[in-house]
């Protein structure tokens, strides 16, 4: 499968506690993007990277939230300190940048559940 | 200030009805892209189609048609005889750097 990967699926987790997700982007794009989706809304923008470089952060990332994208391929979000209302799908979408704003493919996302 | 509105929430048709999913964008940016993905009950978003701000024509792919109106800011999303298998929310997308979705119009066909 050469598409977004993104790990685990799914995540429950007890407030209070931290988690991570991974996620692989189609090799050749250099572009990583994160959203937060919750129920009945459209995905809202969190972060993105291109290379290893985090270049925006929406308002919505607080500071328990951090990405990293370290060698410029794979892509790490961290929550600490968990929130019920941190319960979402997590997507992880990768694109190619350049002159052309080419679309971005989406992972199947991670589901999050804060009990 | 970048926005997406999808003021329809719900549209529910018989299979083989006509459908047109609106969409109205906001921005500053005279360069900018918009788009149209597909989200099924299996929750992956799934691109459909992508327009820069310099080409108005309007696009045909299949079943598929979308109507992109400069003027009036719109990007609206027509599916020509609607079958059940087309039954998903679908969001617009609007881009400069990064995509800013609608809040999706959910499309409900039955047979």
């Known amino acids: 499968d050469t598409g977004v990967s993104q790990d685990p699926r799914h995540k429950i987790t007890k407030r209070g506690q931290n988690v991570t997700f991974r996620c692989d982007p189609i090799?050749?794009?250099?572009?990583l993007y994160w959203y937060r989706q919750t129920l009945g809304q459209g995905p809202e923008f969190l972060t993105y990277?291109?290379?290893?470089?985090?270049?925006?952060k929406s308002r919505l990332l607080s500071d328990r939230f951090s990405a990293e994208r370290p060698k410029g391929s794979f892509s790490t979000l961290e929550i600490q300190r968990t929130e019920q209302g941190d319960s979402a799908m997590y997507l992880c979408?990768?694109?190619?940048?350049?002159?052309?704003?080419?679309?971005?493919?989406f992972g199947q996302g991670t589901r999050l559940t804060v009990v | 200030a970048q926005k997406v509105t999808q003021a329809q929430t719900e549209i529910s048709v018989v299979e083989k009805e006509d459908v047109t999913l609106d969409c109205v964008y906001e921005?500053?940016?005279?360069?900018?892209?918009l788009f149209w993905y597909k989200q099924p009950p299996s929750g992956e978003l799934v691109f459909l189609i992508r327009?820069?701000?310099?080409?108005?024509q309007n696009e045909i792919s299949g079943r598929y048609s979308w109507n992109f109106q400069k003027s009036t800011s719109s990007f609206n999303f027509t599916i020509t005889a609607s079958q059940v298998v087309d039954s998903a929310v679908y969001f617009c997308?609007?881009?400069?750097?990064?995509?800013?979705f609608g809040t999706g119009t959910r499309l409900q066909v039955f047979p």
């Open positions: 990277f291109q290379n290893e470089a985090q270049l925006e």
């Open positions: 997308a609007l881009s400069a750097d990064k995509l800013i």
């Open positions: 090799s050749e794009h250099n572009r």
């Open positions: 979408a990768s694109s190619l940048s350049g002159q052309v704003n080419t679309e971005a493919f």
């Open positions: 921005t500053r940016d005279t360069t900018y892209y």
């Open positions: 327009r820069n701000s310099f080409d108005e």
